[in-house]
């Protein structure tokens, strides 16, 4: 079955980086679109970024662009979030997910001083 364990979140000052990962397994990683979403404490989940199967087309939502950066290693079924200069409202579990509705389990995200 599908499955998907994000890691690299914690603690971080304002204007930080942190690196998400998503290890994924159960199906075929290298054909699928694949998203990285938050959900902010007391908040709707929010759509942050896409990439394409290939890895050579990426999306932003507008909170993030310029700021954080969607990848994908297919030989290790792996897909990261680069996140630099980070703000306090970036704060959130983030999670990847499939297209079909996948979710990991999440990484807690915290940007404070």
């Known amino acids: 079955q599908v499955q998907l364990v994000e890691s690299g979140g914690g603690l971080v000052q304002p204007g930080g980086s942190l690196r998400l990962s998503c290890a994924a397994s159960?199906?075929?990683?290298?054909?699928?679109?694949m998203s990285w979403v938050r959900q902010a404490p007391g908040k709707g989940l929010e759509w942050v970024s896409d990439?394409?199967?290939?890895?050579?087309?990426?999306y932003y939502a507008d909170s993030v662009k310029g700021r954080f950066t969607i990848s994908r290693d297919n030989a290790k079924n792996t897909l990261y979030l680069q996140m630099n200069s980070l703000k306090p409202e970036d704060t959130a579990v983030y999670y990847c997910?499939?297209?079909?509705?996948?979710w990991g389990q999440g990484t807690q995200v915290t940007v404070s001083s």
């Open positions: 159960g199906f075929t990683f290298s054909s699928y679109v």
């Open positions: 997910a499939t297209p079909g509705g996948s």
């Open positions: 990439i394409n199967s290939g890895g050579g087309s990426t």
